[in-house]
């Protein structure tokens, strides 16, 4: 993002946070969130949660050096609900229906990670640039959030400190438990570039009705 902090970058005039926030504030099964961020940044996440008026948000807390560390503390800081649904900030177009299904699906099968199967042909390449093998595109799929576990699974799969993972699924996976995929949405897509960015205003302005 060329130095921009994209959690606070204006999408429609709005801080990009503010979007997955308003989407966990709109389900009514969601009591608590906890808010996990750089130290650089909690003053402002602090004023946003004021003045958005996001009143399920108890805690705002500065995250760890790896993203697993910054889900073990905030996790810390969250009473023992039956559910947690760990959630990126990064993924504005998340909607209030998505998190709904997954709970239903994970009081279903014991979790439910949001997911869409992939379109493009993905190779395995080595450090050289050479492919080394081509996986049936049929058998994988993109993960997103929400990804969403029992209390008790999720913090003995956090336990495991001594490895590096890149999604809590993965956490999961490694301490035992099986790991249920429901379809996600394409829409759901986490803005980590500034062609991501114009991607998600433009959907955002779609799904709100609004035109140039």
């Not at 492919?131 to 699974?153: C, E, H, K, N």
Request: proline content about 5%.
């Amino acid at each position: 993002m060329e130095g921009v902090d994209k959690l606070f970058l204006p999408v429609l005039g709005a801080p990009l946070l503010s979007y997955a926030l308003s989407a966990l504030q709109a389900v009514p099964q969601i009591e608590s969130i906890v808010l996990v961020l750089g130290d650089g940044n909690l003053e402002r996440a602090k004023v946003l949660v004021d003045d958005r008026g996001f009143s399920k948000v108890h805690h705002v807390c500065i995250g760890g050096e790896r993203r697993q560390d910054s889900v073990w503390r905030g996790l810390q800081l969250l009473s023992p609900f039956p559910w947690v649904v760990v959630q990126d900030g990064a993924r504005p177009c998340l909607e209030p229906e998505l998190v709904v299904r997954g709970l239903e699906e994970a009081a279903r099968w014991g979790s439910a990670v949001a997911a869409v199967p992939m379109k493009d042909t993905v190779k395995v390449v080595n450090g050289k640039g050479a492919v080394q093998d081509t996986p049936d595109r049929r058998s994988l799929w993109a993960v997103q959030t929400p990804q969403i576990f029992s209390w008790d699974v999720l913090h003995e799969a956090y336990a495991q400190r001594d490895v590096t993972v890149t999604d809590d699924s993965a956490l999961v996976e490694r301490a035992g438990y099986p790991v249920h995929i429901y379809f996600g949405s394409y829409s759901n897509i986490k803005v980590t570039t500034r062609e991501d960015s114009v991607i998600a205003e433009a959907l955002l302005r779609r799904r709100e009705g609004l035109t140039d």
